[in-house]
């Protein structure tokens, strides 16, 4: 099991930008999809974005042209930068750790977009 520590999380204006950030920690490991599902109130968790080992990306339909995932410069790790933020895009954002055998998840980090 990875532990996993999010970051980047906040308050933004709609039409701004925010930066997450996940860091696995726990092993190395070559085979694994790691990314973000968001989870607003009153809705089901969705897929934001996932990266599969690390090179190939997925996209929620909402976020497609918005938000870019790409692999952070320690270990295994991501970043999601996303831009053109609208108030939809409010929730809480869960970090995801896959591979064929385990699904871990971050505690999550708040967004909240204002209109």
């Known amino acids: 099991q990875v532990q996993l520590v999010e970051s980047g999380g906040g308050l933004v204006q709609a039409g701004g930008s925010l930066r997450l950030s996940c860091v696995a920690s726990?092993?190395?490991?070559?085979?694994?999809?790691m990314g973000w599902y968001r989870q607003a109130p009153g809705k089901q968790r969705e897929l934001v974005a996932t990266l599969a080992n690390g090179q190939r990306t997925n996209y929620g339909d909402s976020v497609k042209g918005r938000f870019t995932i790409s692999r952070g410069s320690r270990g295994m790790s991501v970043n999601l930068q996303m831009n053109s933020l609208k108030p939809d895009d409010t929730g809480v954002y869960y970090c995801?750790?896959?591979?064929?055998?385990?699904?871990?998840w971050g505690l999550g980090t708040q967004v909240t977009v204002s209109s």
């Open positions: 995801n750790f896959q591979t064929p055998s385990s699904n871990d």
């Open positions: 726990g092993g190395i490991l070559r085979f694994y999809t």
